[in-house]
């Protein structure tokens, strides 16, 4: 019979007087190195400091707008095609890769409104101030022939914005109420009020896309089924919403830009509460659109910023401005999920990366992975103070860095106050409100 026995040897492991140094087992296996995890932060560290000094997010400004740019569509089919409206009425489709200017159409008198562009890519609406909806062809017009729309409908009263069916041809628009158009009838087929005197945005939804929403001018956002013949439900809000996107991977999630420089992320089937209340800007906060992922989207303020989110994130992952960007009022996120696009008040339509570090064009396979293992690396060690730090660090203009600061001092005063009242009333009679249910009135069903 073979036993096998546990021999220990004290001479290994026991030190010889209490002045010796302290034996330290080693594994040899030359796979394993006893400096692993410090040669892993300091390639973390170095990698967070060369993301920070390649992100240069700015790539074109596209220039011939003769007003601020009022709305933004892009196409649905092809990825370099972009389609922008004016606030002197004029409509104008760009080439993204040569950065230049294709096609110019005057389209409304007055401010452009709304834009889209029709799910098959063929044709785009638009609505402006002077009452009018009108249906344009993509192709541009032949040799010597008109620039004419393929349809024009007129309305009782001004459209403030336009939405298009995913999959029929139906489209939706917003004034002083919701209507629901069919592209082949001069009147609604359907229209929606609530007792609400205006409406500023309507959406359909991308994955349910018999269901819209929109914000209204009293406060609060308005969801419809098209099949029934009355809302379904609204939530006010403390103050006005200006725009809302819907999320394009999770059905009943949609995401809303406040005049209270917040942005609220909402739960459709549960709207009692926000799930996210995502801070950051310093000014109302104007439009937004989500990613294509569906896990991130993109903010534009009046505060002259444009701020990149995640869905679930409280604060903001990325800030862009620059020197010349005026008050933004539109954004849109490209199709590939790899930029974004701003319109802004000063006439320019800029374009950005959607990751500031990211190098553009063909990578070799040795480039991609180092890249992939950086980013592991990033990821293993993000929470340690000094890789953090430098991570989320970003230089703000001036005025934007103090109201920042002044904001968050009134926060805390308001907090102290709170806190004191409390503290000197009767216990039960002051109650601890949260954050996210500060900014709800109601909900109507």
């Known amino acids: 019979m073979k036993v096998k026995v546990l021999s220990r040897n004290p001479d290994d492991y026991v030190r010889e007087t209490k ?17 692993e ?10 990698a967070t400091k060369l993301e920070r000094v390649f992100a240069k997010p700015f790539l074109a400004s596209l220039d011939g707008h003769r007003d601020g740019v009022n709305c933004m569509a892009k196409h649905t089919t092809s990825l370099s095609t972009l389609l922008s409206g004016s606030c002197d009425g004029e409509v104008k489709v760009w080439n993204l890769t040569k950065h230049e200017c294709v096609r110019t159409l005057q389209a409304h008198e007055g401010f452009v409104r709304g834009m889209i562009v029709r799910y098959c890519g063929t044709s785009f609406f638009t609505v402006g101030d002077d009452k009018t909806i009108k249906q344009w062809k993509m192709e541009a017009p032949g040799y010597g022939e008109e620039e004419e729309p393929l349809n024009t409908i007129l309305g009782k009263t001004v459209f403030t914005g336009l939405d298009h069916h ?3 041809a139906v489209f939706a628009t917003c004034g002083q109420q919701v209507d629901i158009w069919d592209e082949q009838r001069s009147s609604p087929i359907r229209s929606f009020t609530w007792g609400v ?4 945005a309507v959406r359909f939804n991308p994955v349910e896309t018999e269901l819209l929403a929109s914000c209204a001018s009293d406060r609060s956002i308005v969801l419809y089924d098209m099949r029934e013949s009355a809302p379904l439900k609204k939530v006010i809000m403390t103050m006005r919403s200006n725009t809302l996107c819907w999320n394009p991977m999770e059905a009943y999630y949609f995401t809303c830009s406040n005049e209270d420089y917040n942005l609220y992320t909402y739960d459709m089937r549960y709207l009692k509460r926000p799930l996210t209340v995502h801070m950051d800007h310093v000014s109302a906060v104007l439009d937004l659109d989500y990613s294509p992922t569906g896990k991130e989207f993109v903010s534009a303020s009046f505060d002259k910023t444009i701020r990149i989110f995640p869905k679930d994130g409280g604060h903001s992952r990325e800030v862009y401005h620059t020197k010349r960007m005026q008050h933004v009022i539109c954004v849109k996120w490209s199709s590939d999920s790899k930029y974004i696009l701003s319109g802004s008040d000063e006439m320019n339509i800029r374009l950005w990366k959607a990751n500031a570090a990211e190098k553009l064009g063909v990578l070799a396979p040795r480039e991609k992975q ?9 990821e293993k060690f993000q929470h340690h103070p000094q890789i953090r730090r430098i991570a989320h660090h970003r230089h703000l203009p001036k005025n934007i860095y103090h109201q920042r ?18 503290k000197h009333s009767k216990p039960g009679s002051v109650p601890v409100v949260s954050e996210k249910e500060k900014h709800v009135v109601t909900v109507v069903k």
Do not use: W
Not at 37 to 46: H, Q
């Open 370 to 378: 180092a890249r992939n293992y950086n980013q592991k690396l990033k």
């Open 166 to 168: 995913q999959k029929e």
């Open 405 to 422: 600061k002044e904001q968050r001092i009134m926060k805390e005063a308001r907090q102290r106050k709170e806190r004191n009242v409390r």
């Open 37 to 46: 995890v410090s040669r892993e932060y300091t390639r973390a560290l170095n």
């Open 19 to 35: 002045h010796d140094i302290q034996r330290v087992p080693r594994n040899y296996d030359p796979a394993l190195h006893p400096f």
């Open 197 to 200: 005197d205006s409406f500023s």
